[in-house]
């Protein structure tokens, strides 16, 4: 495969954090290739790095060492508004502690980022019912979180709704 079909290539990435005059080492030389269509998985003991991994991922963080290239691209060196184009229009996030609109439907609620961005109606009912079917919640496309599992919400709104 052409090095033109990787979507993130890591070499030598590192975070580390100071804390209590202790170095920690989040991550330490990490050398990966993800190929476009590729799926992985990140697991490991609580603690291993995996938050870290994804949010260097996703330019939410700055590593310590190292590179990070989103096809083919330094992630290190783009502003916050490159960073944020990435996120918005090429990779999504669900974090750990995700914040579901309360009042929307599972549907509504993955359609809502493609909202903001414009995309039309009919095409965003689409791209939501076909990443539903991939994660096998279709089903439950009229569910609100608090009815899915893992649904509770912290009581947290989402700012984009105050």
């Known amino acids: 495969m052409?090095?033109?079909?990787?979507?993130?290539?890591?070499?030598?990435?590192?975070?580390?954090?100071?804390?209590?005059?202790?170095?920690?080492?989040?991550?330490?030389?990490i050398d990966l290739i993800i190929r476009s269509g590729e799926f992985i998985a990140v697991l490991g003991p609580s603690g291993s790095g995996k938050t870290t991994l994804l949010n260097l991922l996703a330019g939410l963080d700055k590593s310590t060492g190292g590179s990070i290239y989103f096809e083919d691209r330094d992630l290190l060196k783009l502003g916050d508004s490159e960073l944020c184009d990435i996120r918005q229009f090429d990779i999504g996030i669900i974090f750990q502690f995700y914040n579901m609109h309360p009042s929307f439907t599972a549907q509504e609620n993955v359609e809502y980022p493609m909202m903001i961005s414009k995309v039309p109606r009919d095409k965003r009912q689409t791209r939501a019912t076909n990443l539903l079917q991939l994660v096998e919640l279709y089903d439950k496309r009229k569910n609100f979180p608090a009815e899915l599992s893992g649904g509770k919400t912290t009581g947290r709104d989402c700012p984009c709704f105050s």
Do not use: C, F, P, V
Not at 3 to 28: F, P, V
């Open 2 to 29: 052409t090095e033109s079909n990787n979507l993130y290539r890591l070499e030598n990435l590192q975070r580390y954090y100071i804390q209590q005059a202790e170095t920690i080492k989040a991550i330490d030389g």
